[in-house]
């Protein structure tokens, strides 16, 4: 028979996984972004699926995706310097305001039988500048929205959790609208989608940050950020593993028409489906990580991720049967997030408050700033080894960069003690272990 005590407690990993959803603003958003990333993951099946159908050509597929998140790359940097010198929330709105004008641009021109390969590239650069601003801002953000510093890890776990819920979602829903309707409408939903994201933004509330005023030029602000992130170690190592993922592990993503079309013979179902699968290991990564009471041997964890999601690619590269691409789709997501989310999590956890959103930019760019180059280089390489070999060749990719980051676990090991991975109280800035108090920017 339980005791009263027992009975009065609540059950822990649900409390524990979902613990900040407590914090209103943090629950606003985590609803609205996830209607918001449904619509995203729809026009993302939408415009590969319909770049593939008017060229027929694996390399265009990397051009586009080039055009798409090059731009982030470039401006990047000077997002994080405004996120942490401006309201962050009022960017927020901005970006996905201009974020909902492109899908709305891109619907008309489809659905009005005018778009022209020129259109994608151009607009896919616009939506590139506008990504390239958003996400470090709303990186930074997440540390706004929960009260508690305790629960910023949680809370970084599940903005994973969203995006890839999404991914299970939007893919197959924007699938299925391809094969019924037509791209048109996958990008016309997206833009409607919007309106929850910016209600949600709306409707928090946020105490006012008091920054302090400077005088110094934007370019300083982004060496002092470069040179705390490069002279720091354990952010130096999160993020040279990301680089070497962006170039060498995540680019086969781009190649997934080519796989559902002419190696699995089939077709925008078929797409759907293979992305679906990456989504549902992906959720079951994010959900791994927000059941984690600390960030305590993230640095184990992350390499032993990328060493999983190599060795899916090549499992994946040879496999020519649906049902086990999929199988073989599911591990490969899950590694693929643990490694994404886990870098996430220990950047924010190390890094200064007042430096947060240009070390968070940096995260942007090579998570997301190379990964074009990447894009092109797989590409290419496509059209001239074919997709199966290069996704073979993504896969020691992820083996090597696996190697590198492991060499220096043990300074993360050193940084992740258990009375520096909470940090402070609520609302202190966390300071980077060994590198004394937070300095000024």
């Avoid at 049902?323 to 073989?328: P, Q, T, Y």
């Avoid at 290069?390 to 990719?397: A, D, I, K, P």
């Avoid at 090597?400 to 609302?427: D, I, K, N, W, Y």
């Amino acid at each position: 028979m339980s005791t009263q005590t027992e009975e009065s407690t609540p059950p822990q990993p649900p409390r524990h996984v979902f613990r900040a959803l407590h914090h209103r603003n943090y629950r606003l958003f985590f609803f609205g972004q996830g209607v918001s990333v449904i619509g995203t993951w729809m026009q993302r099946v939408a415009l590969s699926w319909l770049v593939y159908v008017l060229t027929g050509d694996p390399f265009l597929l990397g051009v586009v995706n080039f055009s798409n998140q090059i731009p982030a790359a470039l401006i990047a940097p000077f997002a994080g310097v405004l996120a942490d010198r401006m309201d962050r929330r009022r960017l927020l709105i901005a970006t996905q305001t201009l974020a909902m004008a492109q899908a709305f641009v891109l619907a008309a021109l489809t659905l009005l039988g005018q778009i022209a390969f020129w259109h994608i590239i151009v607009l896919g650069i616009i939506l590139g500048l506008v990504n390239g601003l958003d996400m470090p801002i709303r990186q930074s953000f997440v540390v706004n929205m929960v009260g508690r510093r305790e629960d910023l890890p949680n809370a970084i776990a599940l903005n994973s959790f969203i995006f890839n819920a999404a991914m299970l979602l939007g893919p197959s829903l924007g699938g299925l609208v391809l094969h019924y309707l037509n791209a048109g409408i996958c990008f016309l939903i997206n833009g409607i989608s919007f309106a929850a994201v910016l209600a949600a933004l709306v409707a928090m509330r946020v105490e006012p940050t008091v920054r302090p005023r400077t005088d110094k030029h934007v370019l300083i602000h982004l060496k002092e950020g470069l040179t705390y992130a490069v002279s720091f170690p354990p952010i130096r190592a999160v993020l040279t593993l990301l680089i070497m993922i962006s170039l060498l592990g995540r680019p086969y993503g781009v190649l997934m028409p080519v796989f559902a079309k002419d190696i699995l013979s089939g077709d925008a179902r078929t797409y759907g489906f293979l992305l679906a699968a990456t989504g549902v290991g992906a959720l079951g990564g994010a959900l791994l990580l927000a059941s984690r009471q600390s960030v305590r041997g993230l640095e184990l964890l992350n390499p032993l991720a990328t060493t999983l999601f190599g060795l899916s690619l090549v499992a994946f590269a040879f496999s020519r049967n649906l049902a086990l691409s999929l199988g073989i789709l599911l591990v490969g997501g899950f590694g693929q997030m643990v490694q994404t989310a886990s870098s996430n999590t220990l950047l924010q956890t190390v890094v200064d408050d007042d430096k947060r959103g240009r070390v968070m930019s940096l995260y942007s760019m090579c998570l997301q700033g190379l990964l074009p180059l990447g894009n092109l280089l797989a590409g290419g390489l496509a059209k001239w080894l074919g997709a199966p070999w290069t996704v073979l060749l993504s896969g020691f990719g992820c083996f090597a960069a696996a190697s590198v980051f492991v060499r220096s676990r043990h300074l993360l090991r050193r940084t992740l003690e258990p009375e520096q991975a909470l940090g402070g109280q609520a609302g202190e800035p966390l300071p980077a272990p060994g590198r004394g108090p937070t300095t000024p920017a």
